[in-house]
């Protein structure tokens, strides 16, 4: 937007000198100063003035070390001392200073290269003094703080900063300080070291650099910068053309003086025949006048290149001239158009000085505000206008969200503060601030991870934030607002779903509590349960393609309904084959219960659907049901074999008890149905399971009076009975053996210890011990075994690993 199109020029003047009366536009500077009590007076309103008064203690305790917010530094509080700010105004003042020696530099450079071989002592002093200006400069260079590119924060490392000097340009700068015009006469002029006089033009960087600060000066006219700018690069461009031009010619030897531009040139009765002898003066203007003619493209002829090193260089001058002529035309009517980037942002700031003199803001906010706007003006590449040639929707996508920079020191939420900008943390350095008080003790602020999302409390639960977070290097952020976030969780539910997780990790219970009951997160509820109501229609009706569709679209198989069925229960108990095939590719949950704890598998085999019973057992499925008792009770009670069956088949413990402790065979004993009895038998159900008053399934069979029934008990009983038998006994095999240490007589006998035993195995009955004790101990009659207590033992089973035992006489 172009402020000054509503106000004339001399009107845009007067404001801005009236604004620089009481401030001075510098480049970026610290963003909190040491001095705060003169603002905070004058700021009307109590709350944000103790929000300042805040960012002051900061501010004060971060410039106590030298800098905005965390100042890369290595050599301790006593190297500061030696550390030049690149703000304190005796080194501005010593840089401009420099800036009148670099013009002088960059034009004398190519003069003495062209007419002089050799300076005169007036000029040689004048040069000598101009070297030895720019050595001390190189020497303060070694000592001058500099901000880091990545982090925006000043570096006082003695070491980095001349690290940094050295690899940059100090080579150039010190060649440039050597005497070659006194290096020239001592090496007996040697033509070769006069060309070493040209590294002094990287000087002009230093004029470069003097304009680009000049452009963002709103004290001064941006067009009258401009013009001089573009008329010194024209004027410095002719003026070196014109040296080199006078250089060609100088370099044939005398005699052959004619066959050289200026040798041969005769302007009415002027001849320049023995061109040497002519005033410098003269000689230049000369030179001066068929650079400008050559580079204009203009000149009448009267001057012109007569050898061939002065054709080839013509021809390569009016090459670059072109070029230099095209930037010249642009820049020029860019200046006309008042549409530069430059021009727009020293309206903006122009407008915001104005805004703050006039609601007397304070000279911090106003070093903060025009530092964050500099910043975004040298940094920002998320500029709308550039998105303007590209298609609607995909603008609409690429605006909602908007890169910021935030400079040292600078607060990005505030605690106490409701904000509706999420911001995620790209690049950069963060801290977390609580409040003042721990700022000022603690050595460490917390430090933020990258990736991390700020701001999220207050946009998604719309309560205030609980801390303050500052930045303490250059970091860059992307910003989106809280309806832009609604309004692309409305479209894309699934990946707000994912953002919604991601914002819940590290969260408190209770803040994770606000976030699920959040707007935000009950549309994208919403949205998932309308897609769920569809895949599980589609499930529900067979259509695979809807099916799939819905999946691609991003709807997640595996959620549930109200009734906790997913897509798959739906399949399973229809019996759509193909669906439950994609289902299973799409690695849904196989074994997922609904609210009546029945899983996929389970209403496959109720509905008879083997073939995907199959398939689900395959991928790994198992029959899981919460009361399998109730379940198989009822099965018996509905004669329904082939179910019965199928769950039998499938793992259900045919042993499985309802609330009554009653089995599947209590009941089928109870109602006379033998069919059922045989597949529950034949299953490995037992005849000995008893229910909570004590019945077994044989007690019911009596009850009911079913013969055949009664008697496929009882035989069934005879063999379970059986195969327990020799179930324990291959248990009984299977046991370890126990040793045990048996003395002859009582156990007070042997209280001094000294007596002397026999070590046996424990063998399988108390009487086969009894018997291996006798005739080890050389012992007869009648005995038995004793404890040390003096009890007797009679089973072998109450015989423990390691034992004392004792063999006495069993007569009273």
């Known amino acids: 937007m172009q402020f000054r199109s509503r106000r ?55 410039n106590s070390r030298g800098g905005t917010g965390r100042d890369l530094t290595a050599d301790g509080d006593h190297s500061r001392k030696y550390i030049i700010h690149p703000e304190n105004w005796w080194y501005v003042a010593w840089t401009n200073f420099i800036v009148i020696w670099a013009v002088y ?139 080199i031009f006078y250089y060609l010619a100088t370099t044939l030897p005398p005699s052959k003086e004619g066959y050289t531009w200026i040798g041969s040139l005769q302007l009415g009765d002027y001849s320049y025949t023995n061109f040497r002898n002519i005033d410098l003066w003269t000689r230049y203007i000369t030179a001066l006048y068929f650079a400008v003619v050559t580079m204009a493209t203009v000149g009448y002829g009267d001057i012109h290149a007569v050898n061939t090193r002065e054709m080839i260089f013509v021809m390569m001058y009016v090459s670059l001239d072109m070029i230099l002529g095209a930037y010249l035309l642009g820049n020029m009517t860019a200046l006309i158009v008042k549409g530069s980037k430059t021009e727009k942002f020293r309206d903006k700031m122009a407008e915001l000085i104005k805004y703050m003199n006039r609601n007397k803001l304070g000279k911090n906010i106003y070093k903060e505000i025009k530092g964050h706007v500099r910043l975004q003006y ?27 920079f935030f400079l040292p020191g600078e607060v990005i939420v505030e605690e106490g503060g409701i904000s509706d900008q999420l911001y995620f943390l790209c690049d950069g350095k963060l801290d977390e601030i609580a409040n003042s008080e721990d700022t000022q003790l603690e050595g460490s602020l917390p430090r933020i991870p990258i990736y991390s999302s700020i701001g999220d409390i207050s946009v998604l639960c ?25 309004d692309v969780t409305d479209i894309y539910f699934s990946d707000g779903r994912i953002i919604i997780n991601n914002l819940l990790e590290g ?78 590719q799409k690695r849904v949950e196989i074994n997922l219960t609904d609210n009546f704890g029945k899983s996929p598998l389970f209403e496959a085999i109720k509905n008879g659907h083997d073939s995907i019973a199959s398939l689900l057992v395959k991928a790994g499925a198992s ?55 045989v597949i529950l038998l034949d299953s490995g159900a037992s005849v000995f399971a008893t229910d909570r008053w004590g019945r077994t399934p044989l007690d019911e069979a009596r009850i009911g009076g079913n013969q055949d029934l009664l008697k496929l008990l009882e035989t069934t009983e005879i063999t379970q009975m059986s195969e327990l038998s020799n179930s324990y006994e291959r248990s009984q095999d299977k046991l370890p053996k126990k040793k045990c240490t048996v003395f002859s007589g009582y156990p007070w006998d042997h209280r001094d210890g000294r007596s002397i035993g026999v070590v046996l195995w424990v063998p399988e009955t108390i009487e086969k011990l009894v018997t291996i004790a006798k005739e080890q101990l050389s012992m007869h009659g009648a005995c038995c075994i004793l404890s040390e207590d003096g009890g007797k033992i009679l089973e072998v089973s109450l015989i423990s690993a390691e034992q004392k035992l004792f063999l006495a006489s069993d007569e009273v």
Not at 30 to 50: I, V
Not at 386 to 391: R, T, V, W
Not at 629 to 640: F, N, Y
């Open 378 to 404: 040298e940094s920002s590449h998320t500029d709308a206008a550039a998105l303007q040639d590209l298609p609607l929707a995909t603008r609409a996508k690429a605006i909602k969200v908007h890169e910021e």
């Open 462 to 486: 719309g309560i205030p934030e609980p801390r303050m977070v500052q930045a303490s290097e250059l970091s860059r952020l992307l910003r989106i607002d809280k309806q832009s976030l609604i």
């Open 105 to 243: 530099s960059s034009f004398f450079t190519p003069l003495e290269f062209a007419f002089f071989r050799g300076l005169p002592e007036n000029l040689f002093l004048l040069d000598i003094a101009g070297q030895i200006v720019f050595f001390v400069d190189i020497i303060l260079c070694f000592f001058v703080a500099y901000r880091d590119p990545h982090s925006y924060c000043l570096v006082y490392d003695l070491n980095r900063i001349a690290f940094r000097y050295l690899k940059s340009r100090f080579l150039v700068d010190f060649l440039g300080c050597f005497p070659w015009d006194f290096i020239y006469k001592a090496s007996g002029r040697k033509e070769l070291v006069r060309y070493m006089l040209w590294i002094r033009l990287s000087r002009a960087l230093r004029v470069t650099e003097f304009f680009e600060k000049l452009e963002k000066d709103i004290r001064i006219n941006y067009l009258f910068t401009r013009i001089i700018k573009l008329f010194v690069v024209e004027l410095y461009c002719t003026h070196t053309a014109a040296c």
């Open 507 to 584: 969260k408190e219970s209770n803040l994770r509590d606000k976030i699920l009951k959040s707007d935000i997160t009950l549309l994208i509820e919403k949205h998932e349960t309308e897609l769920t109501t569809r895949l599980n229609c589609a499930a529900n009706d067979g259509d695979l393609h809807r099916l799939r569709h819905l999946v691609e679209a991003g709807a997640d198989p595996n959620k549930i309904d109200y009734n906790g069925q997913s897509p798959l229960h739906l399949a399973a108990s229809k019996g759509y084959e193909d669906i439950t095939q994609f289902l299973i």
């Open 623 to 677: 029959l899981s049901i919460d009361n399998p008792g109730s379940c198989l009770c009822e099965t018996v009670a509905r004669k329904d074999l082939n179910f019965l069956k199928r769950l039998l088949a499938n793992g259900i413990n045919p042993n499985s008890k309802n609330y009554d402790l009653r089995t599947p065979l209590h009941l089928a004993a109870s109602e006379g149905l033998y069919r059922e009895s």
């Open 8 to 62: 004339s020029e001399r009107e845009v003047e007067e404001d801005e000198s009236e604004l620089d009366n009481e401030f001075k536009v510098e480049d970026l500077q610290d963003t909190f100063s040491t001095k705060s009590s003169s603002w905070r007076n004058m700021y009307p309103f109590n709350s944000l003035r103790n929000y300042y008064s805040r960012q002051d203690s900061i501010g004060n305790s971060s």
